[in-house]
């Protein structure tokens, strides 16, 4: 057959088909489109629709002549009128498995791709996997959705009608991370001048060409689209792209060109057989020409597979004797030669010699040149020279020898120097029989080159492997965690003290918002610490430090208290540098809390003194207002209706000397009588008393350790305590409770003293009187220990039970402390110095110690202890108490001589050397009572001088019994108690002493 005639029926054939197709399409198409999808297709004012699938299908309009009717709608509406067959057309699509069920799809032209966008605050997302645990955007039956639901697992996607509802969604906060089509996103983040507030990541999820789409089954109408997209051609396509979207936009697929080249094709045929006899010398020409062509090509073919199966042995992680055999092998097999050799010199301990040989003798001998001969002979043979090809007769007898045959023209040897930096590294060297293929030489060459490069490459990763090496031992053993970070917020590296500290490893955090989505479970404060670091990645400088520290959940969901310093680096990685700082927030917690107990040990020590000294004072006044009321009784100068007055104050004043001697207590002024004492027999005594006196709906619970509880203390004092601390919680308890009393002793180790400033280590019996009453605020336990102060109401109680407790237990040397909050009850802790040894051995009472007086004591009246006439200095800078203990002497028969200062006392004494005893008060201005003691005693030693003071402490008193004096009396005293103590001082000299007060009220 004609191949003209042929080829021009074959064409009338296509024509008439297709204008038959032509014919049977509709003249008018209706093509419905996305109304957000801009800048590729978009509502116009008056429902018209424009952008870059509109501009491309009125080029397709015009080269096919049909109309286009094209409208904008919301995608899931237009995709279902194509369904329907209520539209012919989706202008533009992308293709899908699930879609191929409704569409068919006509040839691509354009390309898009689909992009994970991301809040600025968030770091590292880039693939599917990265999306986990957030609420991803998407648009409404667009392939994104079905993609990430197909991957991520839950109920964390989100769909959106649109792009632009996308976009208005994410920048409104209701999803952080959204994935759409690259321009389209950017499009409407720029529309809404937030193209800052989101970033993108660096790699497309995936990339997506652009089709359209017409009901299942309707091929016809496809054909006749396909037909006129390539009558399009891919530079209009192009040009419209550039118009709308700028240059570099997404690709179009040139099926114009596919088109013309096919049609090119056709006239070359029917060219070439019009021609065919006038093309035969050209084409015998032009196949010499392709077989040289193909011989060089061959040629480069065999250079370029031989140096790339080199590089390829190279790069892997072999020893380096197997890898050069291999590397010679691999000559060997593709140059078809007998014998190849490669070795490298300077390595650790002797040459590497590395050989391949074949075998091309037709009877089977083996070709016999051992390697390491050939390369002895070789290397003087080289010289300067770094290629050296060697004939049978120029190759010399020594290398044929080497070779194990005579001189002969039949071998041929090639070598090639190996060459680093300038310097000889080794050598290849092939051997065959005959002449080498044309090829060889350049493969030799190139395959030298490749071995060299990848020798020195070696050495080079095995240097820096042992510097790594040696580096990442230093970062493992660090003291601080340590993570690395690239500019994405990818975790590059973590050491092991990072993943001890934290218990969580790279798979955990493999970026940095995985890593505060796992430490920072509470969303307000994984934002706050996400936008502080962003701020320091806008503002940081290389090399400089930045700082943060926040509470870090681990995976085990333990709290650390973490501190971080992060580096910025040249590279634009992050050096992060972590630390628990567990021990340091719990070391500045016992800080505050001992500086607390300082301060409040100081506060109420001043207070203490100021209570000591005001108690002193208040002494004096009650023995002044005591002293004349006494008289007044006495002498009897006052009517019935009088004594009763007097009977009422003088009662008043006992009172009030209790509250002194309250006051002494706090300040410790007041000196504890020490005795081993049973601290639990004590409680229990002590709460059998009490069930009897508080309220029914009270209970006293006691908990009492099985251990001794031995401890020296006042029996008194510590029951006092013990009855304040109950009645204070009763108090706290309007509508009943519970209260608690427990015991227990604990060793006190020397390298932990409990935190409390002054314990010593051993042996401590600890107190515990727990309530469930309405507790304290943190304002009210800081003073529930001062005097006087009160949370009840006027009346109803004087805020001194608790403070005197303070004072006994501190004059114990013990501590007590106070534990309570709002709604929770309170809980005082008191503990007791206890020593098992101590309490066995106790001191017993010695002489010149102050007992107190026994309760309910009534002195002999003072007839019976009259004076003889005796002379007596009264020694006191309050003139209303000289004058007082001077009209008691005298009407007892003294006679009586009194001094307002120490140093007007030594003027008397000398003048006076007749003095029988002296009554001398310690707490005078100028010289004082203990100095004026000592020098009253210097110059008459047999004096006797009693003490007059308002202090009960025995520190304070003892010294002076020390000197030289022979009693005590504490004011405010009765008359009776001084008229005694005077008269038993003078008859029995230096006796006992004893300490006489004035007896308490019942």
Not at 423 to 437: Q, S
Not at 687 to 701: C, F, K, S
Request: aromatic share 6%; hydrophobic share 40%; glycine share 10%.
């Amino acid at each position: 057959m004609n191949p003209v005639r042929w080829t021009i029926g074959l064409l009338i054939l296509l024509l008439v088909h297709g204008a038959a197709a032509f014919a049977q399409s509709p003249q008018v198409l209706h093509v419905v489109g996305d109304e957000s999808y801009a800048p590729f297709e978009m509502a116009a004012p008056g429902g018209a629709c424009r952008g870059v699938f509109p501009d491309i299908w009125r080029l397709w309009s015009e080269k096919t002549g049909f109309s286009i009717d094209y409208q904008c709608l919301k995608w899931a509406e237009a995709l279902k009128r194509v369904r329907e067959g209520r539209a012919d057309v989706v202008g533009g699509i992308f293709q899908s498995p699930e879609r191929l069920a409704d569409f068919d799809f006509t040839h691509p032209h354009l390309t898009i791709e689909t992009t994970i966008f991301f809040h600025q605050t968030i770091f590292g997302l880039r693939t599917v996997e990265d999306l986990r645990g957030f609420r991803v955007g998407v648009v409404r039956e667009d392939t994104a959705e079905t993609y990430l639901r197909q991957r991520l697992p839950g109920d964390g996607i989100a769909a959106y009608d649109g792009n632009e509802a996308l976009v208005r969604a994410a920048i409104q906060g209701e999803v952080r991370v959204f994935v759409a089509d690259t321009p389209v996103a950017l499009f409407y983040l720029a529309k809404q001048g937030a193209d800052e507030q989101f970033r993108r990541a660096l790699d497309p999820l995936y990339t997506n060409r652009v089709h359209a789409a017409v009901r299942k089954g309707n091929t016809k109408l496809l054909e006749t689209i396909n037909r006129g997209f390539t009558a399009v051609g891919a530079k209009e396509i192009a040009a419209v792209q550039e118009k709308w979207i700028g240059a570099g936009g997404p690709a179009a697929i040139p099926w114009a060109y596919l088109g013309a080249l096919a049609g090119l094709f056709t006239l070359i045929v029917l060219a070439v057989v019009r021609i065919n006899r006038r093309l035969r010398v050209g084409i015998a020409r032009a196949t010499r020409d392709l077989e040289e062509s193909r011989a060089q090509l061959q040629s480069q073919l065999t250079i370029s597979t031989v140096g790339g199966e080199i590089g390829r042995l190279l790069t892997m992680e072999r020893p380096m004797d197997q890898t050069l055999a291999q590397c010679t092998q691999v000559l060997v097999n593709h140059l078809a030669v007998d014998f190849g050799v490669i070795w490298v010199t300077g390595q650790i301990g002797a040459d590497l010699v590395a050989e391949a040989r074949t075998v091309t003798d037709p009877h089977g001998d083996a070709f016999p040149p051992p390697a390491s001969r050939v390369v002895r002979e070789l290397t003087p043979l080289l010289g300067d020279r770094t290629t050296l090809a060697l004939s049978g007769r120029s190759m010399g007898a020594d290398l044929a020898a080497a070779l194990g045959t005579p001189t002969s023209p039949s071998f041929s040897v090639l070598a090639q120097v190996l060459v680093v930096d300038g310097a000889r590294i080794g050598g290849a060297a092939l051997i065959h029989r005959g002449e080498f293929p044309g090829a060889a030489t350049a493969a030799l060459a190139a395959a030298a080159d490749r071995i060299a490069v990848g020798i020195h490459g070696r050495r080079a990763e095995e240097t820096l492997r042992k510097e790594k090496e040696g580096f990442q031992t230093l970062l493992e053993e660090a003291p601080l965690g340590v993570t690395l970070l690239d500019a994405d917020g990818r975790t590059l590296y973590l050491n092991r003290r990072f993943t001890r500290i934290f218990n969580c490893d790279l798979e955990d955090i493999p970026n940095l918002t995985a890593w505060f989505r796992l430490a920072l479970p509470d969303e307000n404060e994984r934002f706050r610490v996400e936008t502080e670091w962003h701020q320091i990645l806008r503002t940081a400088q290389t090399g400089h430090t930045h700082t943060l520290a926040f509470p870090v959940r681990g995976r085990d969901g333990s709290i650390h208290p973490a501190r971080f310093t992060a580096v910025l680096l040249g590279d634009g990685h992050w050096l992060i540098m972590s630390e628990d700082i567990s021990r340091h927030v719990e070391k500045e917690e016992e800080l505050r809390r001992l500086e607390g107990q300082l301060y409040q040990s100081q506060k109420m020590e001043a207070v203490g003194t100021l209570t000591s000294g005001i108690a002193h004072d208040f002494n004096n006044l009650l023995q002044a207002i005591s002293g004349y009321i006494q008289l007044l009784q006495r002498r009897g100068q006052v009517g019935d209706d009088g004594l009763n007055y007097l009977g009422q104050m003088d009662r008043a004043v006992r009172r009030a000397s209790e509250l002194a001697r309250r006051l002494l207590n706090f300040s410790r002024k007041g000196e504890p009588r020490l005795m081993p004492v049973d601290l639990n027999k004590e409680i229990r005594q002590t709460a059998q008393l009490l069930e009897r006196t508080i309220p029914r709906d009270v209970m006293i619970e006691t908990r009492l350790t099985e251990e001794s509880t031995a401890i020296l203390a006042d029996p008194n004092q510590l029951e006092q305590v013990v009855v304040n601390l109950v009645t204070n919680a009763r108090d706290a308890m309007p509508e009943g409770g519970r209260i608690t009393i427990e015991t227990e002793t604990v060793s006190i180790e020397p390298d932990s003293v409990d935190g409390r400033p002054g314990m010593k280590p051993g042996r401590w019996v600890r107190l515990k009187v727990t309530d469930t009453g309405h507790g304290m605020d943190a304002a009210t336990r800081e003073r529930v220990f001062e005097p006087f102060f009160t949370t009840k109401r006027a009346g109803e109680g004087t805020g001194l039970g608790l403070s005197t407790a303070y004072g006994i237990v501190k004059a114990h040397g013990g501590f007590i402390d106070c534990d309570s909050e709002p709604g929770q009850g309170t809980r005082f802790t008191l503990w007791w110095p206890g020593d098992e040894t101590q309490a066995r051995t106790a001191r017993p009472e010695r002489s010149g110690s102050i007992p107190a007086p026994a309760a309910g004591e009534r002195p002999r009246p003072p007839a019976a202890i009259q004076g003889a006439g005796e002379t007596i200095l009264v020694v006191d800078d309050e003139p209303a108490l000289r004058n007082i203990a001077r009209m008691m002497l005298e009407e007892a028969g003294y006679q009586v001589l009194t001094a307002e200062s120490g140093e007007e006392a030594l003027v008397i004494q000398k003048n006076r050397p007749d003095l029988d005893l002296v009554m001398l008060d310690l707490g005078m201005p100028g010289m004082g009572g203990h100095k004026c003691l000592k020098s009253l005693l210097d110059r008459s030693p047999d004096l006797k001088v009693i003490i007059a003071t308002g202090y009960v402490a025995e520190r304070m008193v003892q010294p002076a019994l020390d000197a030289g004096a022979k009693g005590v009396i504490v004011k405010p005293f009765r008359e009776e108690v001084l008229l005694e103590t005077v008269r038993r001082t003078l008859a029995g000299g230096s006796s006992t002493t004893t300490v006489s007060a004035a007896p308490p009220e019942k």
